[in-house]
């Protein structure tokens, strides 16, 4: 059965990399503590019909910074346009600068490895930077992931940029992104999600970096 996006509900969690440059020693002591929860609210206008209405929107986020191997990183469970927003507010106090907190990356070789060790698991593969001509992307279905080379295939000519996995362990469906954007479907307890990114999503960071 093929995983139709837009049949599920979902959310996103976006996992940024603290960056320690600039840091001045009562900033460096908050962000090598071992694990840092909480919540912030931030008033913003919203979009209608076109036009910026001068009613502010309140919304609550939940944010992780927890450190891994000597690396500081931020877990924001929002959509991605306000994660990022979030992101640049939290980096603007604590660095008092935007650009403190970037995103993430994962390398296509790796998020490659999240399929290779559970290729049944795979809904959905999708390939960008694509050498053939006139094609921006390359997209494979549950059917095609399985018992075919389509996916080797692929590989020769793209990136992978982004994958809808089903996590062995969790349950969980997931689509992951190679700016480490993170899709949990059908979850609506907001903790599983940081539960799910610690496990299963900072080891590919980690192992980007690496």
Request: charged share 25%; proline share 3%; net charge neutral.
């Amino acid at each position: 059965m093929t995983l139709e996006l837009s049949d599920v509900i979902s959310a996103h969690v976006s996992v940024r990399f603290i960056s320690n440059r600039d840091v001045n020693e009562k900033r460096n002591s908050l962000l090598h503590r071992r694990n840092i929860d909480g919540y912030s609210r931030q008033s913003l206008h919203i979009f209608q019909r076109g036009k910026i209405v001068p009613l502010p929107k309140t919304i609550e986020a939940i944010f992780n910074f927890a450190q891994f191997k000597k690396q500081s990183y931020l877990i924001l469970v929002e959509k991605k346009r306000v994660a990022n927003f979030m992101a640049n507010k939290l980096s603007e106090t604590i660095f008092e600068k935007v650009g403190g907190i970037i995103e993430a990356r994962i390398a296509p070789e790796t998020l490659k490895g999240f399929h290779t060790k559970n290729p049944e698991g795979t809904k959905i593969t999708v390939f960008d930077n694509v050498d053939i001509p006139n094609v921006d992307k390359l997209s494979l279905y549950e059917p095609d992931l399985v018992g075919t080379t389509l996916f080797d295939e692929y590989a020769k000519h793209g990136d992978l940029w982004y994958i809808v996995a089903r996590a062995r362990e969790y349950g969980y469906v997931a689509g992951v992104t190679r700016d480490a954007s993170v899709t949990v479907f059908d979850l609506t307890d907001k903790n599983k999600y940081l539960e799910y990114v610690t496990k299963e999503i900072i080891p590919l960071i980690l192992e980007t970096i690496s």
